[in-house]
Nanobody, 123 residues
Framework: QVQVAESGGGLVQAGGSLRLSCAAS????????MSWFRQVLGKEREFVAG????????YYADAVKGRFTISRDSAKNTIDLQMNGLKPEDTATYYC????????????????WGQGTQVTVSS
């Protein structure tokens, strides 16, 4: 079993910054794909950013490209999401997800999830 834990959410004004962190632990993990998703009540969970399994390439949703930066410590199976230039439309619950295979943008493909951390951006 794999445990996934997020931290770092909060309330910030528009234009501000937040940093989210995620750590995966438990069974032996062989550089899994790790991604951030977000969800607003009543809407589908959407891909935000992720790091691939083998090449460790970074992937971003168009809505956050140029504002968010994902980074990874493969030795520790942790990822961070630096969020700059936050907008009210970034308000959501952010989830960290782990996939024991190649990265995808489909939330249904992921094997393990954290509990989520709330990000609220005021205008």
């Amino acid at each position: 079993q794999v445990q996934v834990a997020e931290s770092g959410g909060g309330l910030v004004q528009a234009g501000g910054s937040l940093r989210l962190s995620c750590a995966a632990s438990g069974r032996t993990l062989n550089s899994p794909a790790m991604s951030w998703f977000r969800q607003v009540l009543g809407k589908e969970r959407e891909f935000v950013a992720g790091v691939g399994r083998i090449t460790l390439g970074n992937y971003y949703a168009d809505a956050v490209k140029g504002r968010f930066t994902i980074s990874r410590d493969s030795a520790k199976n942790t990822i961070d999401l630096q969020m700059n230039g936050l907008k009210p439309e970034d308000t959501a619950t952010y989830y960290c997800a782990v996939r024991l295979s190649f990265i995808t943008r489909n939330s249904e493909d992921y094997d393990y999830w954290g509990q989520g951390t709330q990000v609220t951006v005021s205008s």
